[in-house]
């Protein structure tokens, strides 16, 4: 038996999952399996896979598209593992990140962890940028992975792992958004422990255009509502902050009609934005994206939950998520 099992859903990805592969195949402990499931894609990265075959102890199974949810279950009925970790095929893992999960293991004996992302050197200022407005204390309170987090660590599955006896216990991931942050909620609920390893971290490349980033960030914020339909003790004043700030932009826009002053906060807001951008990218125009970057993650995550809560907690209609829910337990 190996100690981890790597399971990687996949859906049209060959070039990701080949960068992912490769840095599996430097890691300087290397008592894992790589479990890869194709999710009906229309272009496979079968090539790819067995082009590792004789690096790495890796598994390729194909199914017909379900979602990255079931997909993921799907791997864990499949694994031989003493613990599951499941990475996103975006990422990239550093050369001692199994050295030091199992260090990290011996410490604390943990059932379920995790840990924070960061952004390589080789990443494009736009991806710079992105990780800087997903990871700064002053845009998500530093709740993906910081020790100064505004809320206790939550494992997310772009790095995530946790015992076969966990999911044995809990179960698999429900197919919803926000899945990995309902599975490590129930996790937390049935009595395991939880832990941050803050030096466990993983390059996170998030191959999005600022499009596509608005629409990523604003499914999270609706996913938040479901999140706390499920499990209402689960949302933090962390959560409601990019809701306030929407509200916040809207109230100082419409002041500035009267008085141009009432944009300072905005102002000021912006500077720091800047500011700790710089300090940590040392990159004008890193620094100057960043703004960007982080005025979308906090407009479209605010939006998507101001507008979800209307819907489902205001005008008590079913989201999307719940009805599938239903109608996937009506079947059972």
Not at 81 to 110: R, V, W
Not at 132 to 150: A, E, P, Q, V
Not at 189 to 201: C, H, I, K, R
Request: aromatic content about 14%; glycine content about 8%; some cysteine.
């Amino acid at each position: 038996m190996v100690t981890f099992s790597i399971i990687i859903p996949v859906y049209n990805r060959p070039f990701e999952v080949g960068e992912l592969l490769e840095s599996l195949s430097l890691q300087t402990c290397n008592d894992f399996e790589v479990i890869i499931v194709e999710d009906g894609s229309t272009i496979t990265c079968e090539q790819v896979v067995r082009s590792y075959e004789n690096r790495l102890t890796v598994r390729y199974f194909v199914k017909p598209n379900s979602g990255r949810s079931y997909t993921r279950n799907y791997g864990m009925e499949r694994a031989e593992g003493k613990y599951l970790l499941f990475f996103d095929s975006d990422c990239i893992l550093p050369p001692g990140y199994f050295e030091q999960i199992q260090k990290d293991l011996k410490e604390t004996n943990a059932d379920c962890f995790g840990g924070p992302d960061r952004a390589h050197a080789s990443f494009t200022p736009l991806q710079k940028a992105i990780s800087y407005s997903m990871t700064s204390f002053l845009t998500t309170g530093g709740i993906r992975g910081s020790k100064r987090g505004m809320e206790k660590f939550v494992p997310r599955t772009f790095n995530m792992g946790f015992s076969k006896e966990v999911y044995q216990k809990v179960g698999g991931f429900k197919d919803m958004f926000g899945e990995d942050i309902d599975l490590s909620t129930r996790i937390k609920e049935a009595g395991f422990s939880v832990f941050l390893f803050p030096d466990a971290y993983v390059y996170h490349k998030r191959r999005v255009s600022l499009k596509s980033f608005f629409k990523q960030v604003f499914v999270f914020g609706m996913a938040r509502v479901d999140l706390f339909q499920l499990h209402p003790e689960s949302l933090k004043l962390v959560h409601l902050l990019p809701a306030v700030f929407v509200l916040g932009v809207i109230f100082l826009l419409a002041g500035s009609l009267q008085c141009v002053w009432a944009l300072l906060p905005l102002g000021v807001y912006i500077v720091a934005l800047f500011l700790e951008s710089l300090l940590r990218n040392r990159s004008l125009q890193i620094a100057l994206l960043s703004i960007v970057t982080s005025f979308i993650q906090l407009g479209g995550y605010g939006l998507g939950f101001l507008l979800a809560f209307n819907r489902q907690v205001i005008l008590r209609r079913k989201s999307d998520m719940q009805a599938k829910l239903d109608k996937h337990y009506k079947k059972k």
